[in-house]
């Protein structure tokens, strides 16, 4: 240990300093951690900007006084240019996967877990992984599953803003999403955007919402916020693949009349795909009494999972408080 | 050699049906042999799946009988949706490279030289090279440097389709381009669409330029053709980065008065970038009696290569009769 001429400890001196410090720290922040992601996918490259412009000029965000970490989900397939190196690091939060994996996301799932999971070196309470989308999806959240803290926090966040939920459940061959390894955590879409572009536009909705996150949780663990009667979620029903031919190639596009439609629905009938030659695939499912919402059309990166879009359904639920309980349930948990 | 009972060489069989073969294509067809590349880019798919399509589906192409080939430029890099595996495939060919290099895409430039360069198996005096853009360029021809048969066919399919012509030349720092090692060449790109995405905008603009393409080089190869009296050029002047900080981080990004707006002249004091806290970088170039243009504005592709934009100048030439000339020498040329 580190002493100086006269026989003072400094060790002991930097451990009264930083007493004091915490002692400090604590009137003044909250004891609630808050990680925020981006680039999970390296190619997504609006919100990683974000963060390090933040970073460089602090003063550009109110903070609230939470403990508020950002960090680059997968840094380097993000200086590469690419979605990912071996495999999509949002299907990679997974025990089995840790267990058998040796792929670099999975040792980069665990990495993250290890630094801000529930049992990490600096616990987050809450989680917010930021994305983009090739789609023309706007800015909307999506909540993987019902955990209430979820709800809860989407239901405030669209209180607030507006924002569609995309409700995704119930798939089990998309698994291992990121924000599902916290104790409450939810996705921020924003689109349209190309990978590995920055666009003003994209920029200032990341920059949008990234504040009113923050806000939202401040004034919900301040206890100072309106409770909304009703949450309006789109429930996932399922992924649709494109037309493919006997070879498993892609035998039509996104039909005119649909590409840049996300969020507007579509009913028995209604033009899906085109092909080559003119021809039109139509839809041929839902009802009368169901209008189906088409999202994530044409995403980029979905080709390669087979999914030209996914198709959900408008439901209106009640607001429940004890969704909110869990929510502040959480909050007050001391991650300190 | 293979024989049958009775004495007869198979060989010789085979050699003279070829013969009536050739003689009866000689008749209806022209002895002008067109390549057209598709994915010379990986990622840029739309013309790639055009060209599937189009072997698919011979009848929707009208080829007045020209002979015409299309190969997909970078078929691995296309596979694996990569702009390249270990370098630009259209900074490739060059007798420089051809010498030092082993990337991938070095050799299959000489592969591709060697299967339909002026020299390979199966020579062709044309060649059109299809590429996509996430700039919003629209549709348009990129001319590189001043040779005559170029500049003679940019005039014609200008005229007849009124794509704007972006010429290309003097930048020592980009060389190698697929089409200058052909007679004659042209890139035709087509944009705004994200990387890896098909779009139906893409795709229509993408079949309607390749179909004008061959029945203007038809027309002019038939000395069918109303020579046009001018020609408009965007002569590339430079290419201009993003602000950087000192780590050469790119610090601000493309103005939203700017995105988007390809090929709309700015002057000085126009904004071109903007920084994150809302700072305005403006043009401060130009002068009164110039109006400079910008093109491939907020190109994905280009960021790698430090490149926001490329600025250009318009300019009206006279159309030259020996340019035609040149071309009609290269059309008559027997590769047969």
Redesign the interface.
């Known amino acids: 240990m580190a002493t100086i001429a006269g026989g003072i400890d400094m060790g002991d001196v930097f451990l009264v300093i930083f007493k004091v410090i915490k002692v400090f720290a604590s009137k003044v922040m909250s004891g609630l951690n808050v990680l925020f992601v981006a680039g999970t996918h390296g190619n997504e490259v609006n919100a990683p900007?974000?963060f390090?412009?933040?970073n460089?000029?602090p003063n550009?965000i109110q903070t609230y006084g939470l403990n508020l970490s950002t960090i680059i989900g997968n840094p380097i397939a993000r200086e590469k240019?690419?979605r990912y190196i071996d495999r999509d690091l949002n299907r990679s939060f997974s025990e089995r996967l840790f267990l058998s994996s040796n792929d670099y996301e999975v040792g980069r799932a665990k990495e993250l877990l290890d630094l801000y999971g529930p049992n990490g070196r600096r616990p987050c309470q809450i989680v917010i992984d930021f994305h983009s989308t090739?789609s023309c999806m706007g800015c909307c959240l999506v909540v993987y599953g019902r955990r209430f803290a979820d709800l809860a926090l989407a239901s405030l966040l669209q209180s607030r803003l507006g924002l569609p939920i995309y409700l995704y459940e119930g798939d089990a061959s998309q698994q291992g999403f990121l924000v599902e390894s916290w104790p409450c955590g939810l996705v921020i879409e924003i689109g349209?955007?190309?990978?590995?572009?920055?666009?003003?536009?994209i920029?200032r909705k990341t920059l949008t919402s990234l504040q009113f996150c923050i806000e939202e949780i401040h004034k919900a663990q301040a206890d100072i916020i309106n409770l909304p009667d009703k949450i309006l979620v789109h429930r996932h029903l399922k992924s649709m693949d494109f037309p493919r031919d006997s070879l498993g190639?892609?035998?039509a596009?996104?039909?005119?009349k649909l590409?840049d439609k996300d969020w507007l629905p579509i009913s028995y009938g209604d033009p899906l795909f085109?092909t080559?030659?003119g021809h039109d695939i139509t839809f041929i499912e839902g009802s009368d009494s169901e209008l189906i919402i088409p999202v994530f059309i044409?995403e980029?990166?979905y080709?390669?999972k087979g999914i030209a879009m996914s198709l959900t359904l408008k439901e209106s639920w009640d607001f429940k408080k004890k969704w909110y309980i869990h929510l502040k349930e959480i909050l007050s948990r001391n991650y300190e």
């Open positions: 900007w974000v390090d412009q933040w460089s000029h550009l240019g690419k090739t349209p955007v190309p990978q590995g572009l920055l666009h003003h536009n920029v190639n892609q035998r596009f996104v039909h005119p590409q085109q080559f030659d044409n980029a990166a080709i390669e």
